[in-house]
């Protein structure tokens, strides 16, 4: 479970680790968006900013995209990224939280600190 501690609410029930190399390349690449129910979580393993782009190349459905600094506090919010797009979070993050685009604005702000 991905829980809001600030607000006190939960986000999602499910929650995946991309922990390994692979799982981090691959992301959501070739992923049913039926089967997207989950959230899912990177660890970087260190605070980066430029290691922390995303892509949504090969993703074929839209979705939410939480930064979190190593305290697990939100220091940035990507809503509704479409398809073959990039970003980046504006400073240097440790995680990233990949989620389905129904889970959103009302859930978490900047600021919150998040718990799984």
């Keep these: 479970m991905i829980r809001n501690i600030s607000q006190k609410k939960n986000i999602i029930a499910t929650h995946r680790i991309a922990d390994n190399v692979f799982s981090r390349a691959k992301g959501l690449m070739f ?8 959230g899912l979580i990177f660890d970087l393993e260190r605070d980066t900013h430029i290691g922390a782009s995303i892509h949504m190349f090969f993703v074929f459905f839209p979705i939410n995209v939480v930064f979190l600094d190593s305290k697990k ?3 940035d919010i990507k809503l509704g990224l479409k398809p073959w797009q990039m970003t980046k979070p504006r ?26």
């Design 31 to 38: 992923s049913r968006e039926k089967n997207f129910d989950y």
């Design 73 to 75: 506090k939100i220091i």
């Design 91 to 116: 400073d240097k993050c440790r995680y990233i939280i990949e989620l389905p685009a129904k889970y959103g604005k009302k859930l978490f702000s900047i600021g919150d600190k998040l718990n799984w």
